[in-house]
């Protein structure tokens, strides 16, 4: 019998929830649990097993010493290192102190801030170690998880669409909500993968899975000013889960001033 | 004679959410030092809110836990439309009220077939759990597949809703999209009535813990997504008055801030606390599953969290069936919430216990102060106070079956570190 590939599963500063998405594949998880040797999932098992792994599947960004110099070991325990959603492809929400005084929002939180141990920046995993494939959102679409657990496992490039979430709606059928209602949204520059579902509940896509490639939000940002957003509303915007992605970071910036 | 030293340490905690270690030092038969240790890096969410829309705060702090993102959704709508005057029409609190029991079959569900099962079975893992056991397991999964396709259908997806918004939901489902739902639901319910017989029947250490108990209670029905704070020793607060009973202190062990009592003691929120403060509110199935499985209308062992667990899980289901069956579409989805110059205060049961949300907000609607205080944070110290008990009670075993079962001690309280970082690392040093 061959060995079966062994799969780890890391958590950095994170919610948990594209991990969690693993624990959500119901009706798939047992079945996968059965092709794989799970050394390493904290989250699920206090079996925890020494490298090296096969595959490192990796949740979280880099904001602390601690996990810089982990990400190092873990990259070279691992043959194939994927991160999974907007912390660890993007730096994630937490990637707003790299817009500000890192200090300030200590202080603000903690009343003694020497306890806490933490970097002025949170960084995707991307700007430490060599990534082998990023998988985008806020959270992750857990059949995408599954499609690229497939094919690393089998040696083949995932599957995964990478046009923009307008293209997604259209095809599911939607109401433009910008050309309907004037609603802002980010459908335009945004990467696919939820299947286009803010639009599908009334309201604009907010951006969770980050930018698509070569996305020129400015194109958008005219449209959406002359729809009545101001400024603000446009730092805002591009300001959220994927603050850190560069096309959204450099929109925001050039919002700013 | 010099006292025998030991040291017991877990230096990553598994099956809990979040990044945390457990430490005890004992010696000879005194407990010297128990820690829940958070090393979770902190995120800052309180401070990262400043300068945010107030209509953004509900997808913003959703993002603080992947598990309980509803929790956080609701809570911050609460806080926001009480800064705001505003209130939300009944079918809209019915809704929400559906999304949340979604939310608490399905964190409840992650936890009790995944997480703890393995404690009381001898397993490392629910996977391996699954191969002895493979009807707990898969019964336990189905389960939490239900809650999460309520959260789906009435949230757009189950991790981080996007339905949500401060004044109701931005589209609110049909009755024709929710009828299919209830079948799915009833079909769990039946497998969750199964899991709580399973779960009345598992081999429990004999401890009780003399907690005071903190939870939402309301008038007439189990509090989920409202209500007035009630405690064991009588507290009867609204959220406006939270912060003058309670407080945070910063533990230099912990990037998880402890929450105290003013006069110091520390508390226990989360289902025990739930179950113990109303029990009587629960469906007449779920309270006659809980009488069947051994609970008394309050349960203070918490190895038996499990059971409770189980109890609200059949609860919830049959709460959200109720809920369906009884669906009054609001003939708008959501009020209009207008900004001011205000603070607001609110609160919600989130799967883990009580989570409270403070915002001060500018005349635009700019947050310009936030507050957040998880269920975890508010256990911790209680979570500690466990330990030392289950430490003392357990002296006389060896330090591997004694981690373990400070491990499982810390499990039964379903700590979410990625919550409340502001968590906690154990180790046992015995000296």
């Not at chain 1, 194109?219 to 603050?243: C, F, I, Q």
């Not at chain 2, 969410?45 to 993002?63: K, P």
Request: proline share 6%; charged share 25%; hydrophobic share 40%.
């Amino acid at each position: 019998m061959t060995p079966r590939p062994r799969l780890a599963v890391w958590k950095l500063a994170s919610c948990d929830g594209c991990q969690l998405s693993l624990l959500d594949l119901e009706d798939e998880i047992l079945t996968l649990a059965g092709e794989v040797e799970l050394a390493y999932f904290l989250e699920a098992s206090s079996d925890a097993r020494e490298g090296p792994y096969d595959l490192s599947i990796v949740e979280g960004s880099i904001t602390t010493a601690a996990d810089a110099e982990r990400i190092r070991r873990v990259r070279a325990a691992s043959r194939r290192l994927v991160t999974i959603g907007a912390c660890a492809t993007a730096g994630g929400i937490q990637a707003l102190r790299n817009f500000a005084d890192v200090e300030d929002f200590m202080s603000v939180v903690y009343a003694s801030p020497e306890y806490v141990s933490t970097l002025a920046t949170s960084t995707p995993v991307s700007e430490h170690v060599k990534v082998d494939y990023e998988l985008h959102g806020c959270p992750i679409d857990r059949r995408q998880l599954l499609e690229v657990i497939s094919a690393f496992l089998n040696e083949r490039r995932p599957a995964i669409p990478s046009h923009s979430v307008c293209m997604e709606c259209k095809r599911r059928g939607n109401v433009c909500v910008m050309v309907a209602h004037g609603t802002a949204c980010l459908g335009p520059v945004t990467h696919a993968g939820c299947g286009a579902l803010c639009p599908s509940y009334d309201r604009g896509c907010y951006g969770c899975f980050g930018p698509m490639e070569d996305p020129q939000p400015d194109s958008l940002s005219r449209w959406m000013g002359a729809h009545g957003a101001g400024e603000l509303d446009l730092v805002r915007a591009y300001r959220t889960y994927n603050a850190g992605a560069p096309a959204f970071r450099e929109e925001s910036i050039a919002h700013e001033r | 004679m010099s006292a025998e030293r030991r040291t017991l340490l877990t230096e990553a905690l598994a099956r809990v959410e979040g990044e945390g270690a457990m430490y005890v030092r004992i010696a000879g038969t005194d407990v010297e030092e128990v820690q829940l240790r958070i090393y979770e890096p902190p995120r800052f969410f309180e401070a990262l809110l400043r300068g945010r829309a107030y209509t953004e705060v509900s997808d913003i702090t959703a993002r603080i836990c992947g598990i309980c993102p509803v929790a956080y959704q609701l809570s911050a709508c609460a806080a926001i439309e009480d800064a705001c005057g505003a209130e939300v029409t009944e079918p809209i609190a019915r809704l929400r009220r559906l999304i949340y029991t979604g939310e608490w079959i399905e964190s409840h569900g992650l936890h009790v077939a995944m997480l703890h099962a393995p404690d009381f079975l001898g397993y490392d893992s629910a996977i391996a759990l699954s191969r002895d056991h493979p009807g707990i397991v898969e019964r336990g999964l189905r389960v939490k597949k239900a809650g999460n396709a309520i959260v789906d259908l009435v949230g757009g997806r189950a991790i981080h809703p996007v339905n949500v918004r401060v004044g109701g939901f931005h589209r609110a489902p049909t009755r024709r999209e929710l009828e299919p739902l209830a079948e799915q639901l009833k079909v769990a319910r039946d497998e969750a009535l199964e899991a709580v017989r399973w779960a009345g029947a598992l081999d429990f250490p004999d401890h009780e813990e003399d907690y005071r108990l903190v939870a939402l209670t309301q008038p007439d029905e189990y509090a989920i997504e409202a209500g007035r704070l009630a405690s064991s020793d009588g507290l009867d607060l609204g959220p406006a008055e939270y912060e003058e009973h309670f407080f945070e202190e910063q533990v230099p062990h912990s990037n998880a801030l402890h929450s105290r009592l003013r006069d110091g003691g520390s508390y226990l929120c989360g289902p025990l606390a739930r179950y113990g403060l109303s029990s009587g509110k629960l469906s007449p199935l779920a309270r006659e599953a809980a009488a069947d499985a051994g609970l008394g209308p309050v349960c203070l062992n918490p190895f038996q969290s499990i059971v409770v667990r189980s109890v609200e899980i059949l609860f919830a289901l049959d709460e959200a069936i109720r809920l369906i069956e009884t669906y009054d579409e609001p003939d708008r989805p959501a009020v209009e919430v207008e900004p001011r110059a205000a603070s607001g205060q609110g609160w919600t049961e989130a799967p883990r216990g009580l989570l409270y949300h403070r915002y001060r907000l500018a005349a635009d609607g700019t947050v310009e102060e936030a507050k957040i205080v998880p269920p975890t944070s508010q256990n911790q110290l209680r979570i500690e106070e466990d330990l030392r008990a289950v430490v003392a009670a357990n002296i006389a075993l060896g330090d591997d079956a004694l981690r373990l079962r400070c491990e499982q001690a810390i499990r039964n309280h379903d700590p979410c570190i990625s919550c409340s970082t502001h968590f906690l690392k154990l180790e046992v040093d015995r000296r």
